[in-house]
């Protein structure tokens, strides 16, 4: 698809989401044997980016999941910015001068509108591992979806942990939105362990949840298909 084509279709399929950024997710699974050099090959592109007008893109590796080994998110800001002539020019001789293609065996995008910029920067800087839900809705579930994802959060809050940034699909790929939580490193992400249960259930239910047990499977009543990943960061 051209770059005037797919400005014209995030334009019809942009949800009117207020105080919202548009981002380009980009997952990539390395061929055999050259994850390092794909890494190797992103890294030394970063200038290049940051040459052609763009933010650097954030980017984690998978340790363990989904079937991607690297994602990228790429701060967009407006399609019109993104897709001018001259910064498609220069986003493409980059790429033109990167051996990058020739060892990347699989490749999604996903055209997401997620927080505002500053947000996710911080989130990014301020940790180094994470956990991403994927989400593919059941008909006529979408709007629910996102609002067991907001419920989560407000469970999250109530029990003291961090809350998931929330990303929805503009355009690209089938996955209709997907959330990633923050956090310093494995020891962080698993203590909510210790939190009594009496907490958790409080917080599940002042959420909206009929109990702390109960968020999973009032979950899995709206999606038809959840891929889940933990990553860190790639620095």
């Known amino acids: ?108 995008d996903l055209y997401v509108m997620g927080p505002e910029l500053e947000v996710v920067r911080q989130a990014f800087e301020n940790n180094a591992y994470y956990h991403v839900e994927m989400f593919i809705a059941l008909p006529g579930k979408r709007a629910k979806l996102l609002e067991e994802r907001e419920m989560e959060n407000a469970y999250l809050e109530g029990i003291g942990r961090p809350q998931n940034l929330i990303f929805t699909r503009a355009s690209g790929a089938a996955w209709d939105s997907y959330t990633i939580g923050f956090y310093k490193d494995l020891k962080h992400y698993a203590a909510s362990a210790d939190i009594p249960d009496a907490e958790k259930e409080a917080s599940a239910r002042a959420a909206g949840f009929e109990g702390a047990d109960r968020i999973g499977t009032y979950l899995r009543t709206l999606i038809q298909r959840h891929h889940d990943t933990l990553a860190t960061a790639l620095r």
């Open 1 to 108: 698809m051209t770059a005037l084509l797919l400005v014209a279709a995030l334009a019809v399929q942009m949800p009117e989401l207020s105080n919202s950024y548009l981002y380009r997710t980009l997952t990539v699974r390395a061929a055999p044997g050259d994850l390092l050099e794909v890494i190797d090959l992103y890294l030394e592109r970063m200038p290049a980016y940051e040459d052609a007008g763009d933010e650097r893109p954030f980017i984690m590796r998978h340790s363990q999941g989904d079937q991607w080994d690297l994602l990228l998110l790429f701060p967009m800001g407006s399609t019109e910015e993104y897709f001018s002539s001259e910064r498609v020019a220069r986003r493409e001789s980059a790429a033109q001068q990167s051996s990058l293609s020739e060892h990347i065996a699989w490749r999604e």
